[in-house]
């Protein structure tokens, strides 16, 4: 059987999404199709707005056959990290191709840039470093360091944030010399980042926006979601009273704040360059998680930076715990979260071949990458009661999710 590999998030699995799903398909003429996705918290540092147990339900019946968990330590990080942890799981179970959404909507100038990346990276890494310390934010300064090396315009466009994160899948798949081949599809209406629903494919952006808005389903919303999706988002609400969103952390993460000292704070991932001091500073006057954000945002701190370290700080995350994962050549383990019949019948095919355990849930096996996802999962549940938190914790304990 063939395999075409997703990188995912699916906050919400949208129309855009089993579009990238069919177009995937047929673009690869895969006969099974494999997402790995985030968990609790996602990679620009936010947290899903309904946990992936209920994701990946509405996943399975729109076109993916497989569900894996995409490891907390690579989810909620910088591109060139996420993308090694998603290759490295995919590679784990044998995909033949990895096909993403781009602004550019053809490998040929992500194989090519890649080449050329590699000719000028003593270079690269100099202006990179060059730039970060006049001040810049890492993203400006990577897409100023790729402007030197003329690679931040044209067809592949390292300024466009779909563009960026699939340059950084054909990275890893190179760098860890992997069999698989990349593939992308054209993103389509949609910008990654639009704020307002305007027509059936929508960005996640802007449903999200939507939905915690209104705090309803409204027609305009239900247009851009599958009717799996639409059923799900809707369930979780009327069964758990919430979604999730950053302002009902907002109590928990100023009681952090007000009770760490600036040692116990320094050491947490991604509070660095004297971070801690402006997090004192500004806790009493914020009123919101909004405002406070606004309170720290500087040209050096951009938002997802600062919301990647406030997913540390809640699940208490220090840089020496992750310091270990960001050289690995493979994963210790792959997590199934759901599968159909397809792709149960893939999973027993290579499942002979694999080198790592293959697990479902939490507790079949001992190892500190899973302490650090039970933490998240802890810290994700945290403002819900006590009595919805025990029942969406035995998630983590069953098997996978069958359709």
Not at 147 to 176: C, R
Not at 275 to 301: C, D, I, N, P
Not at 310 to 330: C, G, I, R
């Amino acid at each position: 059987m063939k395999a075409c590999g997703l990188i995912v998030e699916y906050n919400p699995f949208h129309n855009g999404h089993v579009y990238h799903v069919e177009q995937s398909k047929e673009r690869t003429n895969a006969d099974v199709m494999v997402a790995v996705m985030s968990g609790s918290f996602l990679q620009r540092g936010e947290p899903a707005i309904i946990d992936k147990f209920h994701r990946t339900k509405a996943t399975l019946q729109h076109g993916v056959d497989i569900v894996l968990e995409l490891p907390f330590v690579y989810a909620v990080q910088y591109s060139d990290l996420f993308a090694r942890g998603a290759i490295l799981t995919l590679s784990q179970l044998n995909v033949d191709y990895v096909c993403f959404g781009s602004e550019a909507g053809n490998i040929t100038p992500f194989l090519e840039g890649y080449d050329h990346y590699l000719k000028h990276k003593p270079y690269f890494q100099q202006q990179l470093h060059q730039f970060l310390s006049e001040g810049l934010s890492f993203p400006q300064a990577s897409k100023n360091a790729y402007q030197t090396i003329d690679l931040a315009s044209g067809e592949i466009d390292l300024g466009q944030p779909n563009n960026i994160l699939g340059f950084s899948y054909v990275k890893a798949i190179k760098e860890l010399q992997t069999s698989i081949k990349p593939e992308t599809i054209k993103r389509t209406k949609s910008g990654y980042h639009d704020e307002q629903i305007e027509h059936e494919i929508a960005s996640a952006t802007s449903i999200r926006k939507e939905l915690l808005t209104q705090g309803t389903m409204s027609n305009n919303i239900q247009n851009a979601l599958p009717y799996a999706t639409a059923q799900q988002i809707k369930k979780y609400k009327e069964d758990y009273h919430s979604w999730h969103e950053w302002e009902i952390y907002f109590p928990f993460l100023q009681l952090l704040i007000q009770t760490k000292t600036h040692e116990e704070l320094r050491n947490i991932h991604g509070v660095i360059e004297g971070l801690e001091y402006r997090l004192k500073s500004t806790v009493q006057e914020a009123g919101s998680f909004h405002h406070w954000m606004t309170l720290l945002k500087t040209k050096r701190y951009t938002w997802t930076r600062l919301q990647r370290m406030f997913v540390h700080l809640l699940t208490n995350t220090t840089h020496e715990q992750l310091e270990p994962y960001k050289a690995l050549t493979e994963p210790p383990y792959l997590r199934i979260l759901g599968m159909n019949q397809n792709g149960r019948q893939y999973i027993q095919s290579v499942k002979k071949e694999m080198d790592v355990p293959l697990i479902s849930n939490i507790q079949e096996l001992n190892h500190p990458m899973l302490q650090l996802e039970e933490k998240a999962t802890d810290a994700y549940y945290s403002p819900l009661s006590p009595k919805f938190k025990q029942q969406l914790k035995k998630q983590e304990l069953r098997g996978p999710i069958m359709i």
